[in-house]
């Protein structure tokens, strides 16, 4: 996270109204520090039973992909700000992806989720992403995202 935090610790309920995620899907407890470049979160929905991702009775480490993505959603709302609603964003792909554990619901406490935005403009944005315990990475990667999927698609002319 870079020195230039902007925004304030952003609480569950707060993120909840910024991502179309909600409920138990809302796997982020909240937002500790944001700037332009990049955001860091907090998450405690891992260990729950009710987590909405587990299957087998575990959550399995790929789905902390879900966590960055969401954390990236976050993002994008924080920084559209008051200039209006923040516009749709796709998770379109993810690339280099180091799953460094299992599973993520046998980790107690909080997990870190980071995202970094490395490059973009108004209809595409990648980035850098991890999810830590404690200091360890278990995963990182990188995503592409693409804003308003629905506006890149050409309309037929009668």
């Known amino acids: 996270?870079?020195?230039?935090?902007?925004?304030?610790?952003?609480?569950?309920a707060g993120i909840a109204a910024r991502i179309p995620h909600h409920g138990s899907m809302c796997l982020l407890h909240s937002v500790q520090a944001w700037s332009e470049a990049a955001i860091e979160c907090r998450a405690i929905s891992?260990?729950?039973p009710a987590n909405p991702l587990r299957s087998h009775d575990q959550l399995g480490a790929a789905h902390?992909?879900?966590y960055a993505a969401q954390a990236m959603a976050v993002h994008g709302a924080l920084l559209a700000g008051?200039?209006?609603?923040?516009?749709?964003?796709?998770?379109?792909?993810?690339?280099?992806?180091?799953l460094h554990v299992t599973r993520l619901?046998?980790?107690?406490?909080?997990?870190?989720v980071r995202a970094e935005r490395l490059s973009g403009d108004d209809r595409n944005i990648l980035y850098q992403f991890s999810?830590?315990?404690e200091g360890r990475c278990l995963?990182?990667?990188r995503a592409a995202v693409v804003i308003d999927a629905s506006a890149l698609v050409q309309?037929?002319?009668p």
């Open 64 to 66: 902390g992909i879900e």
């Open 105 to 112: 619901d046998d980790l107690p406490g909080e997990l870190e």
């Open 131 to 133: 999810v830590h315990h």
């Open 139 to 141: 995963l990182e990667g």
């Open 1 to 12: 996270m870079s020195a230039s935090v902007v925004g304030q610790v952003v609480d569950h």
């Open 46 to 48: 891992h260990t729950d």
């Open 82 to 98: 008051a200039e209006g609603p923040p516009r749709q964003g796709y998770l379109t792909s993810v690339r280099g992806v180091s």
């Open 155 to 157: 309309k037929e002319t």
